[in-house]
């Protein structure tokens, strides 16, 4: 028999997964008040961050932390505390909580316990920066933060090339310039937005292409959280690339010898060498010029 939620019958509490402002507060619902008001306890992934909007909105309710590293001691003591008949917020430090943070953990141990889950529903700074890019939203990917580890980063970069739907990524500053050259190496020099700061004061919205992202942040730092919005592979673009199980004949040649190989396949110049750059992991610009010297 399908799951039903409806643990309210059973005398449990609920928990609520309530979304909050990334920036502007103005973007907090009022139902998300009045339930961040109602109930027992508010369980926030850094609790020095939401007692700032608990004393904006005026709103004194008991505080625990629950985040990645406690998650497994609390995640029980939430459980027993619903159990009992308390009702609990859960919040992130911004936006919706349940996506790239262990609320997704608590919710299976509600699920385990019949405990009822209902959403308070908000911002969710992946989708601000998506509908904002101008690039394709009627089918998009959500990857999150890449892995630091070097080798997994790799092997999950990989596994997005042939990926025809738009790709969104979560990246801190400090680490958005290695990221954005493991793009490029991976992608080549496909377009890309980068969303910062959205709904604040210096919300800045960038649209344009890797390599020139790459070099501009080789002039000055980036600041804020980004959300990564990257073109997906086109539909003959994607069936056009080699196969990662076979070695790509092209790969062999000069540089020139394959744009002319592709150029010979009746594909025009400006293309042919738009895809030497992305089979190759290049800048478009460097294959030209080096194309345009030979």
Known sequence: MPDINKARDTGTGTLYLVATPIG??????????????????IAAEDTRQTIKLLNHFDIK?????????????????????????????LVSDAGTPGISDPGEDLVKLCIKNNICVTMCPGPVASIAGLVIS????GRFV?????????????????????????????????????TLKDLLDTFGD?????ARELTKKHEEILRGHISEFIELYEQIPPKGEYVIILDGAKEDESARMPDETSENPCLSMSLKEHVDFLISTGIPK????????????????????????N
């Open 270 to 293: 400006k293309d042919a060498i738009k895809e030497t750059a992305l089979q190759r992991g290049l800048k478009r610009r460097d294959v030209y010029n080096e194309y345009e010297q």
């Open 61 to 89: 309710k008991p505080l625990v932390s629950y985040y990645e590293h406690n998650k497994m001691t609390k995640g029980n003591i939430l459980i027993e505390k619903l159990l009992n008949g308390e009702n609990i917020a």
């Open 142 to 178: 959500f990857e999150g933060f890449l892995p630091m580890n070097k080798k997994s980063r790799k092997q999950h970069l990989d596994s997005l090339k042939r990926e025809t739907r738009t790709i969104l990524f979560h990246e801190a500053p400090h680490k958005l310039p290695y």
């Open 190 to 194: 496909r377009s890309i937005a980068l």
């Open 24 to 41: 502007n507060l103005e973007d907090i619902t009022l139902r998300a008040v009045r339930i961040l008001g109602e109930v027992d306890l």
């Open 134 to 137: 101008g690039l394709p939203t």
